[in-house]
Antibody, heavy 120, light 106 residues
């Protein structure tokens, strides 16, 4: 089954860009079977969806974050990347990479999550 | 934005009891409603999608029901490993999550 692993800096300064990578194993990121996304969770709070992307490249963004988010897929490395620019303390959260079956359009597979703190 | 309101915020029950969790949407989400379980320090786990379809490997004691704006997750008989936070999520219009219901041991 799919395995996902997030990686990236745990500390980002305010106004800078948060960059995270998700490495996918035991499944092809370019397969029409799957569907990918990023979700975040501020400490002690609930879940917030950031972005979803299909194998075709069709991408859906949370409207409240769309202007700051860039997502990319590197099929040669089987990786999904997230960039969030102009970060503030409100962007401090555990960031999860997730995947699922395109037929279900839900996230059945999750990475362990990575905590990103925005602080000077 | 579709707002999902979950109730109760906390449910205190004993193992073996039945748990009934509610999720109400601010407008119809059709059948695009899922439920996730999250334990401390872990990623969420998909339980139910499309209102009532159990995800792969999910025990039969978990069931989902509802339509339109009102949905329910039922755990027929709580096992010790079921004490966790449960989130509903809709993908009918963008994707939003409820604020969660904590199922705790009484």
């Amino acid at each position: 089954q799919l395995q996902l692993q997030e990686s990236g800096p745990g500390l980002v300064k305010p106004s800078e860009t948060l960059s995270l990578t998700c490495t996918v194993s035991d499944g092809s990121i370019s397969s029409s079977t799957y569907y990918w996304g990023w979700i975040r969770q501020p400490p002690g709070n609930g879940l917030e969806w950031i972005v979803s992307v299909y194998y075709s490249g069709t991408t859906y963004y949370n409207p409240s974050l769309k202007s700051r988010v860039t997502i990319s897929v590197d099929t040669s490395k089987n990786q999904l990347s997230l960039k969030l620019n102009s970060v503030t303390a409100a962007d401090t959260a555990v960031y999860y990479c997730a995947g699922g079956y395109s037929s279900e359009k839900e996230f059945g597979y999750w990475g362990q999550g990575t905590l990103v703190t925005v602080s000077s | 934005e579709i707002v999902l309101t979950q109730s109760p915020a906390t449910l205190s029950l004993s193992p073996g009891e039945r748990a009934t969790l509610s999720c109400r949407a601010s407008q119809s989400v059709n059948s695009d409603l899922a439920w996730y379980q999250q334990k401390p320090g872990q990623a969420p786990r998909l339980l139910i999608y499309g209102v009532s379809n159990r995800a792969t490997g999910i025990p039969a004691r978990f069931s989902g029901s509802g339509s339109g704006t009102d949905f329910t997750l039922t755990i027929s008989s709580l096992e010790p490993e079921d004490f966790a936070i449960y989130y509903c999520q809709q993908r009918s219009y963008w994707r939003t999550f409820g604020q969660g219901t904590k199922v705790e041991i009484k």
